[in-house]
């Protein structure tokens, strides 16, 4: 089965700096990429990042340029959203998916929820 197991959430101050962590089994890592999505009370879901572990390109939602670098250590099949200078609009609930062409996903893990204090 597919799995998908996001952490790395927490409560962090205006500025301040998370890393989230997906860890992904059950299929073949190096075919696929893998997505960062989240949604915050009352808001439409948003694509954060993807990366394609095949060749590395990668995705930023325009809100997050700049701010947030995506990675990932495939021999542990793990996948890192890097987030820097967290504002209060940040604040979501995340989710690590697996996508496919036009990083569109088919997988989603569960949430792992961010919270930035002002």
């Known amino acids: 089965d597919v799995q998908l197991q996001a952490s790395g959430g927490g409560l962090v101050q205006v500025g301040?700096?998370?890393r989230l962590s997906c860890?992904?089994?059950g299929f073949s890592f190096d075919d696929y990429a893998i997505g960062w999505f989240r949604q915050a009370p009352g808001k439409?879901?948003?694509?954060v990042s993807?990366?394609?572990t095949t060749d590395d390109r990668t995705f930023y939602g325009d809100s997050v340029k700049g701010?947030?670098?995506i990675s990932s250590d495939n021999a542990k099949k793990v996948v890192y959203l890097q987030m820097n200078n967290l504002k209060p609009e940040d604040t979501a609930?995340?989710?690590c998916t697996r996508v496919l062409a036009g990083w569109n996903p088919d997988y989603w893990g569960?949430?792992?929820l961010v919270t930035v204090s002002s």
């Open 44 to 47: 439409e879901r948003e694509a």
């Open 93 to 95: 609930l995340y989710y």
């Open 110 to 112: 569960q949430g792992t």
């Open 16 to 18: 301040g700096s998370l």
């Open 50 to 52: 993807c990366l394609s």
């Open 23 to 25: 860890a992904a089994s």
């Open 67 to 69: 701010r947030f670098t």
